[in-house]
């Protein structure tokens, strides 16, 4: 089966050729690609740092006042549990880094001297394929003159052709076996990749699904004035004889009705007292308000202002 | 009670100070850090991609290769999924940039029309500030002179007074709330980050978990031979007649013996047909090995070589 033995022996060369020409190139690349990859990585992580570390700062200052604490120590907390993130995801660029690139690049170096088996194939087989073609030639030649010993002869070509065979299918069968060794380095690093994201992604998640729930509860009782600080300072004041009803718009009212570009209802709070040389207490328009404390549902006083009427700019009372 | 009223008045002025000189100026900051991270993140997405087609252009190779066909689809299924991760990432991306940086820009840009009302409280509590001493004074005057609108004068001020304390405890807590509303804002729109983060992890771990172990499964199917393509070859060469002993040692091992540092083996393995001019089979030394085929288990090449003995270089049979 010469035929079979040529298409075997030229499958093993393209394996090698293969792995020399196309696979080693392209880990090379992959390798580049890889430290690129890690460097985009590590400047990420440098950005959302900055970044998390001016949310801190924010949550610093906010921690100081006494109506804002409690949305300091989330904003805090936020930027902290950034960072244990950040940490964790520089466990899988560690596993990246030392456990795929540095193996990769360290096998694509070794596997250079990959190209002396290759040849050392083509040797072997043109020694085999000359032996048996000196063989076959010389079994010819006794057949044709009768040689007692082609009996003989004809045992050692068929003995070399099989071990031929054999050389040749136990050849290309390495030759593939060294080729999917390759792959699937290849595969098992990347596997090994992607499980070390899993357990990152497990982890933030259950950090996250243990904090979020928590700044949600915060958040929305920091929505709920009746729960804040500002609101047992205020109730002490009344406590302390302050009149309970509004007697005067705050300067922030005055504000929103300056600008309010619709029509409001307008009543003129002159005081009214005469004889007195006293000034009046309000010179302007004022918008008619209730007289009990609105504890929630404050709108901003950009919202009459804004073209976002109705949706809201930093939201909430 | 005037040193009340003055405190009120300078924690309302820096509450408003601090919105201005502070917050504001911190929020554009974190604008600016923001797309900055966004940009890093961009980057990291595009060298993740361009480093996962590299792998999909190496799997598409083994796909070719009737050997690592499995490797290769095993490979090309890494690629796609690191794209469906990225693609999901990049709504985290979009929900920061949309969400958080375009909101907090609106904002940190109208917010700064906010001055007028810092303004607008300072000549406010002027304005009430110069009644209630105005009125205090003629009150005095009118005492001194036994004025018959005593009285009403004294109750005049009084109620100028209440009104001013109103005024500026109703000030001072709605400069709170005003402030309480930025932090807010800050802390709920990255809670909403964390949301959109947690929903990313969720289904990035979701969709690991459900390829990982069919990958796992895979890649140990792929260390046994006998379940592969090569080994269905080979057993029905040996069939059609190959002899199913190992005649001859393949050129690999070649290689590895010469290499080899150690003492082995050795048996010359001439072939010793007298009078026959074809030459001998094999001219080196050669280890010694057994007969039967080594279906798995077989160590690569370079492990007798390279320093790492013990270690996997490229790993696996």
Redesign the interface.
Same mark, same amino acid.
């Given at each position: 089966k010469p035929g079979e033995m040529d298409l075997s022996y030229r499958s093993t060369i393209s394996?090698y050729k293969?792995i020399l020409e196309? %696979?080693n190139p392209?880990?090379e690349?992959?390798v580049y690609?890889?430290n690129?990859?890690l460097?985009? %990585?590590h400047?990420?992580s440098?950005?959302?740092e900055?970044?998390f570390k001016?949310?801190e700062?924010?949550g610093e200052?906010?921690l100081q006042?006494s109506?804002?604490h409690v949305?300091?120590e989330?904003?805090m907390q936020?930027s902290d549990?950034q960072r244990l993130l950040s940490s964790d995801l520089q466990v899988v660029a560690q596993t990246f880094h030392v456990d795929l690139l540095q193996h990769m690049e360290k096998?694509s170096k070794?596997d250079v $001297? %990959?190209i002396?088996?290759s040849k $050392?194939?083509e040797? &072997?087989?043109r020694?085999?394929a000359n032996?048996l073609e000196?063989?076959t030639a010389?079994l010819w030649r006794m057949e044709r003159a009768r040689d007692k010993?082609v009996r003989?002869?004809k045992e050692?070509v068929m003995?070399?052709r099989? &071990?031929?065979?054999?050389?040749l299918?136990?050849?290309q =069968?390495?030759a593939?076996?060294? &080729?999917?060794?390759?792959?699937?380095?290849?595969?098992?690093k990347?596997?090994m990749l992607?499980?070390t994201?899993?357990q990152f992604?497990?982890r933030?998640?259950g950090m996250?699904?243990t904090?979020?729930p928590q700044?949600?509860e915060q958040?929305e009782a920091? =929505?709920n004035?009746s729960n804040?600080h500002?609101q047992g300072l205020?109730a002490s004041?009344h406590g302390q004889g302050? !009149?309970s009803g =509004?007697?005067?718009p705050?300067?922030?009212e005055?504000?929103r009705s300056t600008w309010a570009a619709f029509t409001v209802v307008v009543a003129k709070a002159a005081?009214g007292?005469g004889?007195?040389?006293?000034?009046p207490?309000n !010179?302007g328009p004022t918008a008619c308000r209730g007289m009990g404390f609105p504890t929630c549902g404050?709108e !901003?006083?950009?919202q009459l202002?804004?073209s976002h009427a109705g949706g809201l %700019?930093?939201?909430?009372?």
């Open positions: 394996i293969s196309q %696979f392209a880990l690349n992959l690609l890889g690129n990859y460097r985009a %990585f400047a990420l440098k950005a959302a900055v970044y001016a949310i700062k924010i200052r906010a006042s109506t804002s949305l300091g989330i904003l936020m549990t096998n070794m $001297q %990959f002396s088996v $050392q194939y040797l &072997e087989y020694r085999k032996n000196k063989c010389e010993n003989e002869m050692n003995r070399l099989s &071990e031929m065979q054999a050389f299918s136990n050849s =069968r390495e593939e076996l060294e &080729e999917k060794r390759r792959y699937r380095f290849l595969a098992e990347h596997q992607y499980n994201l899993l992604y497990s933030a998640r996250i699904q904090k979020a700044w949600k958040l920091s =929505r004035p804040s500002v205020l004041s302050y !009149p =509004r007697l005067t705050t300067h922030l005055t504000v005081l007292l004889g007195l040389t006293c000034g207490q !010179p404050w !901003p006083w950009w202002n804004s %700019f930093w939201g909430g009372c």
